[in-house]
């Protein structure tokens, strides 16, 4: 099993839609999660983080957390196909500096 | 601010050969970070350097792969002698505090053992 698990994808919605990505992770250590957006042959940049439980907002952006059921999400309200890369999920434990990536949900937004 | 600068952004080696990749963090950041992804695989830890020190090494495969960073500046990557399996994108990061939501990422540099 792996650590963090994402659906690879490809996601696909229309223009305007919420995209809606999902991450689950086995390791109930896991304190901090990092939504990061990777365009092709880019380097990855954080989008947003969350650390409880609940949701968090920045703009067009929601993560979500829920320790009890091991899962983070990420809604993207009003969806651009400037949205469109792979997202990956990274959790880390307790103080910790190393992230633990999924391998990535790759968005398409249609226009 | 100039971000994380690695180089080559690609390299191409057979099996045998030295490879050496760099990466340039951004300026005052002491928390270096190497980062490996794999084909089809998801990007892994490899390091970790606080100015010159190695704080973590647990990610590094085998002895073959040999991380430095002189100075506490800039960090290197060697892989001697390179495996088929070391092909991959390798990701350099760094931070100013040692947790990483302050991480800031490299573009990465695309090797390819033939």
């Known amino acids: 099993q792996k650590e963090v698990e994402q659906n690879s994808g490809p996601l696909s919605v229309p223009e305007g839609a919420i995209a809606s990505l999902n991450c689950t992770y086995s390791d109930r250590g896991s304190q901090s999660f990092f939504w990061y957006r990777q365009y092709s042959g880019k380097s990855p940049e954080l989008i947003m983080s969350i650390y409880s439980n609940g949701d968090k907002e920045d703009g067009r952006f929601t993560a979500q957390l829920n320790k009890a059921s091991q899962y983070v999400s990420l809604l993207i309200r009003d969806s651009q196909p400037s949205d469109s890369a792979t997202y990956l999920c990274a959790g880390t434990q307790d103080s910790s500096y190393k992230l633990i990536f999924g391998s990535g949900t790759r968005l398409l937004v249609r226009p | ?114």
Request: charged residues 25%.
């Open chain 2, 1 to 114: 601010e100039a971000g994380v600068t690695q180089f080559p952004s690609h390299s191409v080696i057979e099996k045998g050969q030295t490879v050496t990749l760099r990466c340039d963090p951004i300026s005052g950041h002491d928390n270096l970070y190497w980062y490996r992804r794999v084909m089809g695989k998801e990007i892994k830890f490899l390091l970790h350097f606080v100015k010159e020190s190695k704080q973590d090494e647990s990610g590094m495969p085998n002895n073959r792969f040999l991380a430095e960073r002189t100075g506490g500046t800039y960090s290197t990557l060697k892989v001697q002698p390179a495996e088929l399996e070391d092909s991959g994108v390798y990701f350099c990061a760094s931070s100013r505090q040692g947790l990483s939501e302050k991480l800031f990422f490299g573009s990465g540099t695309q090797l390819s053992v033939l």
